[in-house]
DNA sequence: GCAAATAGTTGCATACTGCAACTTTAATTC
DNA sequence: GAATTAAAGTTGCAGTATGCAACTATTTGC
């Protein structure tokens, strides 16, 4: 178990290295945001918040700089006029694709010297992984 | 791949979030400080900032505010008087030792609707692809 | 011995974070 | 249907984190 604490370390640790290197001109955690949206359609500014567990505070300014940078919209929703709905300009969509294609590249380049069968295993035990995860409570 | 990318996020996701509801008192960067510093033998300050992809300066301050609360002690190094030595003290040590086990239980605790099979493979693939991201160089 | 390199610290200037308090709109309650 | 309560967002702090530049102190290389 001692070594599953070092795994788990160093699998966060270089996970979050490769967001950073691959979300050039916007930190990680506004990367996470315009992902987030993308996952959504048109969702509220709660709705993406919560998802992330973010502070609304803290998610409401950040917000206000991709709005600046041009990588988002607020659009007031007319059922609700409480509500903002968050959607990607197209400068945004184009960026969320970049970065994806940049995290995908180094998790192929990391992975390549494996066989298919390794690789598989890999990412379906990620993904069953990060589903579980998902689950936990609080 | 598309699949692959929302698993990459959710469960850098997720693991930061077991990593920080684990390090009461702390904050994610401390822990992660901690542990690193426990994986060593009295490891100098670049050791333990170049391990972690820490800016020295940020790190430095960071240890400053480890060593206040004495969960760490800067010690000179005799035969290089430029080098300071980190070392835990025994609460370091045993906080290090609290979070391991809360990370731990909250990881079987997710695993635990698996089968040994299924969590062992999922374990095997975790250590796996945690080596393979340590070889991304820069 | 002196120039260059290395370890670490400090001075800014900027950004991130979260609680409290606020505004605006919607839902509830009587 | 007015009054209370709740919900969505925003802003005011106050504390913390971050990183570049510049600094001190030591060591290494020539």
Redesign the interface.
């Known amino acids: ?19 950073k ?1 691959s979300c050039e001109g916007v930190t990680v955690v506004q990367s ?1 945001i315009l ?2 949206i993308s ?1 959504h359609d048109n969702p509220s500014m709660q709705t993406v918040a919560n998802a ?2 973010m502070d609304i505070t803290t998610f409401s300014r950040q917000i206000g700089t991709l709005e600046k940078i041009k990588l988002i919209k607020r659009i007031p929703y007319s059922k609700d006029r409480r509500i903002l709905l968050l959607t990607l300009t197209e400068t945004g969509q184009n960026l969320v694709g970049e970065i ?1 294609n940049h ?2 590249a ?2 192929e ?3 390549s ?2 066989n298919d069968f ?1 690789r598989e ?10 589903e ?5 409570e ?1």
């Open positions: 178990m001692e070594r599953n604490i070092s795994t788990f370390h160093s699998l966060a640790k270089n996970l979050n290295k490769i967001h290197t996470s992902h987030e996952l992330l567990g994806n995290i995908g180094t998790m380049a990391s992975l010297s494996m390794e295993t890999v990412m379906r035990s990620m993904h069953l992984l990060s579980k995860l998902k689950s936990i609080k």
